[in-house]
């Protein structure tokens, strides 16, 4: 348990559905963090939120659109997905400035297939 | 940030010490190492950091030579639930606007058999 959740931990959906990705944190950060980790790839930084504000798009395609309300909530809104988007989905918080380095706390996943 | 490169995959051996090397010959002077491990499924778990000579805790050890261009991940008396990837990453907490960007690369798979 590192004090991050993640709902839900499974999802299918089709390529015309909408469905969001929740992200709780409940370590007082105030950073948090989506990626994206394919089958047999590293791990890939989607966005980034520093005190609720996004400081980092990695060229994020727009069928994925993050919203941060609170610094201990963080959504991934997803639509139109395509197949290739299968993947898991892990969000991450981190105190910043980080004092030394970088220790970032990850959530569980979600797992999600696009069918 | 600083390209690490590690062996992609390690095979070992309940009980034993397994070290994992990192290499990183472009580190710059405010860069940390960090590793992390992962198992399948889950996020990456921190598991140590440095800066340089050697870290203890209560899971692994990092010995960071005095060049700093390398590192190295050693794992004392491994089991079978051992068995995940480990990152390698470094960074700089200072570095402004991406002071706290993970950039993982594929990581060193170790298989630890009975």
């Known amino acids: 348990e590192t004090g991050v959740t993640q709902t839900p931990r499974h999802l299918v959906m089709g390529m015309t559905n909408k469905k969001s990705l929740k992200c709780e944190q409940h370590?007082?950060?105030?950073?948090m963090y989506w990626y994206k980790q394919s089958a047999k790839k590293p791990l890939e930084l989607m966005f980034v939120?520093?005190?609720?504000?996004?400081?980092e798009n990695n060229s994020v395609p727009s069928r994925f659109s993050p919203e941060c309300p609170n610094s201990s909530h963080l959504f991934l809104h997803l639509h139109t997905l395509q197949p290739e988007d299968s993947a898991l989905y892990l969000c991450a918080s981190s105190q910043v400035p980080a004092q030394t380095g970088y220790e970032q706390y990850f959530g569980p996943g979600t797992r999600l297939t696009v069918t | 940030l600083a390209k690490t490169t590690q062996p992609i995959s390690m095979d070992s051996y309940e009980g034993q010490e397994v070290n994992i090397t990192c290499s990183h010959n472009n580190i710059a002077t405010n860069d940390y190492i960090t590793w992390y491990q992962q198992f399948p499924s889950q996020g990456p778990r921190f598991i140590i950091q440095?800066?340089?000579t050697k870290v203890t805790n209560e899971v692994a050890s990092l010995f960071i030579p005095a060049d700093r261009k390398s590192s190295t991940l050693s794992l004392p008396r491994v089991s079978l639930s051992d068995t995940a990837v480990y990152y390698c990453l470094v960074g700089d907490s200072n570095s402004g606007g991406s002071n706290y960007k993970l950039t993982f690369g594929k990581g060193t798979l170790l298989t630890v058999n009975p």
């Open positions: 440095g800066y340089k």
């Open positions: 370590l007082g950060h105030n950073a």
């Open positions: 939120y520093n005190f609720k504000e996004q400081t």
